[in-house]
């Protein structure tokens, strides 16, 4: 049913109809549990840039993993039920510190500008370490994470970090959920 809607939501010239996506979409607020507390951070207004931090209840220096969501740089956010519940228990039973990057989509916003917002989302993190994460977040153990097209990110923004040399932050590995990776042509085509 799913596979239909979202079929169904791409038309022949290009555009998404997101009132029908959105049907689907369930989108939760962050909230605070006993186990886990989360919270969204703008980071740029006019982008829709902004990420949603999950901190679990522990109080020894854990790792950071950034996530990257899926939908085919088109569809659903760091909001949406799937991907707050899999961050959530990535904080919870890893445990780690969580980071889920919203980003601006396709077509609207082509590619990409998902990955300058990725990476922009991450110099944020990196500059401002001290005042947005807890300070049980260890830089010394940062993991970038994303599925389907957000692992086709995730890759693009190691690739990126490492080029840069973060001032705070050291990428010390990549995990790809059912990634999504194509040549720029490819990916290109899909998201316009």
């Known amino acids: 049913m799913v596979s239909t809607v979202v079929d169904n939501a791409c038309r022949p010239n290009g555009t998404v109809n997101r009132r029908l996506i959105h049907f689907l979409d369930y ?8 186990s886990v507390s989360s919270t969204d951070i703008s980071i740029d207004a006019t982008r829709n840039l902004w990420i949603r931090l999950y901190s679990p209840s522990n109080n ?9 969501h899926g ?7 760091p909001a949406s039920l799937a991907f707050d ?3 959530r228990n990535f904080a919870t039973n890893l445990p780690a510190i969580g980071i889920s990057v919203n980003y601006r989509l396709a077509p609207e916003h082509r590619y990409p500008s998902q990955c300058h917002d990725g990476f922009d989302a991450l110099n944020f993190i990196d500059e401002n370490w001290a005042t947005v994460l807890p300070k049980n977040a260890d830089p010394a ?8 097209a957000g692992a086709n990110l995730a890759h693009h923004e190691a690739v ?3 080029r840069t040399k973060l001032h705070t932050m ?14 720029k042509r490819e990916a290109s085509r899909r998201c316009s």
Request: hydrophobic residues 50%.
């Open 160 to 162: 990126q970090a490492c």
């Open 170 to 183: 050291k990428m010390i590995g990549l995990i790809s959920i059912q990634p999504f990776l194509a040549e």
């Open 71 to 77: 939908g085919g740089f088109s569809f659903l956010s």
């Open 60 to 68: 020894q220096l854990l790792p950071v993993l950034i996530f990257f």
């Open 141 to 148: 153990r940062c993991f970038f994470a994303g599925d389907s």
């Open 27 to 34: 989108q939760t607020p962050p909230i605070s549990t006993t």
């Open 85 to 87: 519940m899999v961050c």
